[in-house]
Protein backbone atom coordinates (compact mmCIF):
# COMPACT_ATOMS: atom_id res chain seq x y z
CA UNK A 1 0.00 0.00 0.00
CA UNK A 2 1.80 3.19 -1.41
CA UNK A 3 -0.36 5.57 -0.23
CA UNK A 4 -0.41 9.10 -1.82
CA UNK A 5 2.85 8.79 -4.71
CA UNK A 6 3.54 12.31 -6.69
CA UNK A 7 6.09 12.36 -9.24
CA UNK A 8 8.76 13.51 -10.15
CA UNK A 9 9.98 15.20 -6.97
CA UNK A 10 12.12 17.77 -8.12
CA UNK A 11 11.48 19.70 -11.24
CA UNK A 12 12.95 22.66 -13.33
CA UNK A 13 11.18 24.65 -15.80
CA UNK A 14 12.14 26.88 -17.86
CA UNK A 15 9.48 30.04 -18.46
CA UNK A 16 6.85 29.47 -20.45
CA UNK A 17 7.36 25.37 -20.82
CA UNK A 18 4.59 23.23 -20.07
CA UNK A 19 4.56 20.39 -17.66
CA UNK A 20 2.29 17.92 -15.78
CA UNK A 21 2.65 16.83 -12.06
CA UNK A 22 1.94 13.20 -11.05
CA UNK A 23 -0.26 12.13 -8.04
CA UNK A 24 -1.59 8.63 -7.69
CA UNK A 25 -3.26 7.20 -4.62
CA UNK A 26 -4.21 3.12 -4.38
CA UNK A 27 -6.55 3.74 -1.46
CA UNK A 28 -9.28 3.89 -3.49
CA UNK A 29 -10.10 7.48 -2.19
CA UNK A 30 -12.76 9.41 -3.33
CA UNK A 31 -11.59 13.24 -2.82
CA UNK A 32 -8.33 14.43 -4.17
CA UNK A 33 -6.60 17.64 -3.88
CA UNK A 34 -3.69 19.51 -4.95
CA UNK A 35 -2.20 22.28 -2.69
CA UNK A 36 0.77 24.58 -3.40
CA UNK A 37 2.94 25.43 -0.07
CA UNK A 38 5.28 28.78 -0.67
CA UNK A 39 7.86 30.17 1.80
CA UNK A 40 6.23 31.78 4.99
CA UNK A 41 2.79 30.83 3.95
CA UNK A 42 0.82 27.90 4.70
CA UNK A 43 -0.95 25.85 1.69
CA UNK A 44 -3.05 26.87 -0.33
CA UNK A 45 -5.76 24.55 -2.51
CA UNK A 46 -5.26 25.00 -6.33
CA UNK A 47 -7.84 22.46 -7.52
CA UNK A 48 -9.24 19.62 -6.01
CA UNK A 49 -11.78 16.57 -7.62
CA UNK A 50 -14.73 14.81 -5.67
CA UNK A 51 -15.27 11.80 -7.76
CA UNK A 52 -13.92 10.90 -11.44
CA UNK A 53 -14.90 13.15 -14.23
CA UNK A 54 -15.57 15.49 -10.92
CA UNK A 55 -13.55 18.76 -10.53
CA UNK A 56 -13.78 22.74 -9.34
CA UNK A 57 -11.30 25.15 -8.88
CA UNK A 58 -9.70 26.05 -5.32
CA UNK A 59 -8.44 29.39 -3.84
CA UNK A 60 -5.34 29.83 -6.69
CA UNK A 61 -6.39 27.87 -9.56
CA UNK A 62 -5.12 30.42 -12.58
CA UNK A 63 -2.44 28.98 -14.62
CA UNK A 64 -3.30 25.42 -13.86
CA UNK A 65 -5.42 22.81 -15.23
CA UNK A 66 -6.68 19.48 -13.98
CA UNK A 67 -8.86 16.04 -14.75
CA UNK A 68 -9.75 12.96 -13.03
CA UNK A 69 -10.13 10.03 -15.28
CA UNK A 70 -9.73 7.79 -13.21
CA UNK A 71 -10.06 7.26 -9.21
CA UNK A 72 -6.83 6.77 -9.06
CA UNK A 73 -4.97 9.49 -10.99
CA UNK A 74 -5.20 13.09 -10.18
CA UNK A 75 -2.67 15.03 -12.57
CA UNK A 76 -1.87 18.94 -12.58
CA UNK A 77 -0.99 20.20 -15.75
CA UNK A 78 1.05 23.75 -15.54
CA UNK A 79 -0.01 24.95 -18.92
CA UNK A 80 2.68 27.76 -19.50
CA UNK A 81 5.06 27.85 -16.25
CA UNK A 82 5.87 31.33 -14.95
CA UNK A 83 8.39 32.21 -12.17
CA UNK A 84 5.65 32.99 -9.81
CA UNK A 85 4.68 29.03 -10.09
CA UNK A 86 8.20 28.47 -8.12
CA UNK A 87 6.52 26.13 -5.19
CA UNK A 88 6.32 23.03 -3.73
CA UNK A 89 3.07 21.77 -4.78
CA UNK A 90 0.92 18.96 -2.38
CA UNK A 91 -1.34 16.12 -3.42
CA UNK A 92 -3.44 15.42 -1.12
CA UNK A 93 -6.52 12.34 -0.62
CA UNK A 94 -9.47 11.22 2.03
CA UNK A 95 -11.71 8.48 1.43
CA UNK A 96 -14.87 10.39 1.13
CA UNK A 97 -17.56 12.84 2.56
CA UNK A 98 -17.62 11.06 6.24
CA UNK A 99 -14.53 10.56 6.77
CA UNK A 100 -12.10 13.68 7.43
CA UNK A 101 -8.47 12.80 7.73
CA UNK A 102 -6.18 13.75 4.52
CA UNK A 103 -3.55 11.70 3.72
CA UNK A 104 -0.72 13.84 1.64
CA UNK A 105 2.12 13.19 -0.88
CA UNK A 106 5.50 13.83 -0.36
CA UNK A 107 5.55 16.79 -2.30
CA UNK A 108 7.05 18.19 -6.00
CA UNK A 109 9.59 20.96 -5.65
CA UNK A 110 9.07 22.88 -9.29
CA UNK A 111 11.19 25.71 -9.91
CA UNK A 112 10.24 28.24 -12.68
CA UNK A 113 13.27 29.94 -13.99
CA UNK B 1 -13.57 35.31 5.68
CA UNK B 2 -12.27 31.96 7.36
CA UNK B 3 -9.22 32.07 8.49
CA UNK B 4 -6.42 30.47 10.97
CA UNK B 5 -3.87 31.89 12.90
CA UNK B 6 -0.61 30.76 14.12
CA UNK B 7 1.19 33.71 16.16
CA UNK B 8 4.18 31.97 17.24
CA UNK B 9 6.55 31.75 14.05
CA UNK B 10 8.90 29.37 16.57
CA UNK B 11 9.21 27.68 19.53
CA UNK B 12 11.59 25.93 21.68
CA UNK B 13 11.56 23.36 23.99
CA UNK B 14 13.70 21.23 26.49
CA UNK B 15 13.79 17.44 25.51
CA UNK B 16 11.41 15.52 28.09
CA UNK B 17 9.19 19.04 28.92
CA UNK B 18 6.02 19.97 28.00
CA UNK B 19 5.42 22.46 25.13
CA UNK B 20 1.59 24.28 23.43
CA UNK B 21 1.39 25.66 20.28
CA UNK B 22 -0.97 27.60 19.41
CA UNK B 23 -4.07 28.03 16.61
CA UNK B 24 -6.87 30.44 16.04
CA UNK B 25 -9.21 30.78 13.44
CA UNK B 26 -12.33 32.83 12.45
CA UNK B 27 -14.95 31.03 10.64
CA UNK B 28 -19.08 31.62 10.55
CA UNK B 29 -19.49 27.52 10.26
CA UNK B 30 -21.04 25.71 12.62
CA UNK B 31 -19.71 22.73 11.17
CA UNK B 32 -16.01 21.95 10.92
CA UNK B 33 -12.76 19.91 11.18
CA UNK B 34 -9.74 20.98 12.88
CA UNK B 35 -6.33 19.62 12.10
CA UNK B 36 -2.45 19.50 13.49
CA UNK B 37 -0.23 18.84 10.57
CA UNK B 38 3.66 18.15 11.28
CA UNK B 39 6.56 19.25 8.35
CA UNK B 40 9.52 17.34 9.21
CA UNK B 41 12.45 18.38 7.23
CA UNK B 42 11.56 15.52 4.48
CA UNK B 43 8.71 17.55 3.21
CA UNK B 44 5.91 14.95 4.60
CA UNK B 45 2.80 16.29 5.85
CA UNK B 46 1.92 14.38 8.68
CA UNK B 47 -1.59 14.23 10.27
CA UNK B 48 -0.89 14.50 14.22
CA UNK B 49 -4.28 14.92 15.40
CA UNK B 50 -7.67 15.93 14.31
CA UNK B 51 -11.01 17.43 15.80
CA UNK B 52 -14.63 17.56 15.21
CA UNK B 53 -16.34 20.74 16.18
CA UNK B 54 -19.48 19.11 17.05
CA UNK B 55 -17.61 17.00 19.80
CA UNK B 56 -16.72 18.71 22.85
CA UNK B 57 -14.05 15.97 24.49
CA UNK B 58 -10.61 17.18 23.53
CA UNK B 59 -8.91 14.84 21.49
CA UNK B 60 -5.23 13.30 22.23
CA UNK B 61 -3.88 10.74 20.51
CA UNK B 62 -0.38 9.52 23.10
CA UNK B 63 1.37 12.13 23.43
CA UNK B 64 -0.46 14.91 22.02
CA UNK B 65 -3.88 16.29 22.80
CA UNK B 66 -5.37 19.77 21.91
CA UNK B 67 -7.62 22.46 24.28
CA UNK B 68 -10.53 22.82 21.58
CA UNK B 69 -11.99 26.11 22.83
CA UNK B 70 -15.05 26.89 20.57
CA UNK B 71 -16.92 29.90 22.17
CA UNK B 72 -13.20 31.15 21.66
CA UNK B 73 -12.25 29.82 18.22
CA UNK B 74 -9.05 28.20 19.69
CA UNK B 75 -7.20 24.99 18.88
CA UNK B 76 -3.86 24.66 20.62
CA UNK B 77 -1.46 21.72 20.21
CA UNK B 78 0.56 20.28 23.20
CA UNK B 79 3.31 18.03 23.08
CA UNK B 80 4.44 16.13 26.52
CA UNK B 81 7.22 14.76 26.74
CA UNK B 82 8.49 15.94 24.13
CA UNK B 83 11.20 14.20 21.87
CA UNK B 84 14.17 15.13 19.27
CA UNK B 85 11.96 13.82 16.50
CA UNK B 86 8.72 16.09 17.35
CA UNK B 87 11.18 18.76 16.04
CA UNK B 88 9.65 19.72 13.14
CA UNK B 89 7.25 22.17 11.29
CA UNK B 90 3.82 22.64 12.77
CA UNK B 91 0.66 23.76 10.74
CA UNK B 92 -2.88 24.32 12.28
CA UNK B 93 -5.40 23.80 9.25
CA UNK B 94 -9.36 23.85 9.27
CA UNK B 95 -12.09 22.44 7.15
CA UNK B 96 -15.28 24.73 7.37
CA UNK B 97 -17.54 23.09 5.55
CA UNK B 98 -16.13 22.43 1.97
CA UNK B 99 -13.35 20.75 0.32
CA UNK B 100 -10.79 23.71 1.46
CA UNK B 101 -8.12 23.01 3.94
CA UNK B 102 -7.46 26.44 5.00
CA UNK B 103 -3.84 26.26 6.82
CA UNK B 104 -2.01 28.56 9.34
CA UNK B 105 1.68 29.92 8.67
CA UNK B 106 3.50 27.54 10.41
CA UNK B 107 5.01 26.96 13.91
CA UNK B 108 8.65 26.06 13.90
CA UNK B 109 9.54 23.69 16.96
CA UNK B 110 13.10 23.03 18.10
CA UNK B 111 13.70 20.68 20.79
CA UNK B 112 16.76 21.23 23.00
CA UNK B 113 18.78 18.15 24.60
Known amino acids: NAGVTQTPKFQVLKTGQSMTLQCAQD?????MSWYRQDPGMGLRLIHY???????DQGEVPNGYNVSRSTTEDFPLRLLSAAPSQTSVYFC????????????FGSGTRLTVV | AQTVTQSQPEMSVQEAETVTLSCTYD???????LFWYKQPPSRQMILVIR??????QNATENRFSVNFQKAAKSFSLKISDSQLGDAAMYFC??????????FGTGTRLTIIP
Open chain 1, 92 to 103: ASRPGPQTHGYT
Open chain 1, 27 to 31: MNHEY
Open chain 1, 49 to 55: SVGAGIT
Open chain 2, 27 to 33: TSESDYY
Open chain 2, 51 to 56: QEAYKQ
Open chain 2, 93 to 102: ASRFGNEKLT
